[in-house]
C-alpha cells in the first residue's frame, strides 16, 4: 500500500476510532504500513496500518484491499464472492452489535467500494454464457457489487480493528472461551435462554 493511499485511510478511520472510544488519536502524524497476507484469489491484501498520534500514541487498524471479480477464474470466483459478503457485513452495525454482546470480532472503521473501470473478460467458464451472465447479474446485485443504476463498484478496502489475541491452540481453556463466544452469538440473535 502506498503511504498517501495510508494516510488518507488512516484519516478516515479517525472518526470512527473517537467515536467508538478506540483511539484518542486527533490527528495522524504518521502512519506505519505492515503486510499481513494476500488473499486466496490474488486480487486484493491486507496490510497492519499503526497510527501515529502528535502525542506518540499509537493504534493498530487493519486494512483489507478486495480487488476485482474479473481476474477470477470460475474457481477463484467462489472465494472472491466471500470477500463481497464481507465488505457487506462490515458496512452493517452486526460487527458491533455482536462486540455489545460480548462476541468480539473486529470492529469496522471505514469501508469503501470504487470501480475498478475494467471492463476486463473473466476467465472462461464452464457454464452457458446467458445462463452464466443472468446468474452472474443476481450475484453481483445480491453482494452490492453492482448498483440498481448497473454501474459497478467491484473493489473495495475494509478498514476494521485489530484484535489482540495469538493463534489458536486447542486446549481446555482455548476451546472454553470458543464455546462461551459461539453462545453470545447465538444469544444475541436467539435471545438468552
Known amino acids: 500500500m502506498e503511504p498517501k493511499q495510508a494516510t488518507r485511510l488512516a484519516e478516515l478511520c479517525l472518526p470512527a476510532l473517537q467515536s467508538k472510544g478506540i483511539s484518542s488519536i486527533k490527528t495522524v502524524a ?28 499509537a493504534c493498530p487498524v487493519v486494512a483489507k484491499a478486495i480487488g476485482s471479480y474479473k481476474n477470477c477464474d470460475a474457481m477463484q470466483l467462489q472465494d472472491h464472492w466471500s470477500y463481497y459478503n464481507e465488505m457487506s457485513f462490515y458496512e452493517s452495525d452486526l460487527p458491533d452489535s455482536m462486540c455489545r454482546a460480548g462476541a468480539l470480532c473486529p470492529r469496522p472503521l471505514h469501508v469503501t467500494r ?9 476467465k472462461a467458464s464452464r457454464v452457458s454464457s446467458s445462463e452464466a451472465s443472468a446468474r452472474m447479474q443476481s450475484i453481483l446485485r445480491r453482494f452490492r457489487v453492482q448498483e440498481d443504476s448497473g454501474e459497478e463498484k467491484d473493489t473495495g478496502i475494509i478498514c476494521m480493528t485489530m484484535l489482540d489475541s495469538g493463534r489458536w491452540s486447542p486446549s481446555r481453556e482455548r476451546t472454553q472461551d470458543a464455546l ?4 453470545r452469538l447465538h444469544a444475541l440473535f436467539w435471545g438468552n435462554e
Open 180 to 183: 462461551t463466544w459461539l453462545a
Open 114 to 122: 470504487t470501480g475498478s473501470g475494467d471492463g476486463g473478460s473473466r
Open 30 to 57: 504518521d502512519v506505519k504500513v505492515d503486510r499481513l497476507a494476500g488473499v486466496w484469489t490474488g486480487e486484493g491484501g491486507i496490510v497492519k496500518l499503526t497510527l501515529q498520534g502528535e502525542g506518540g500514541e
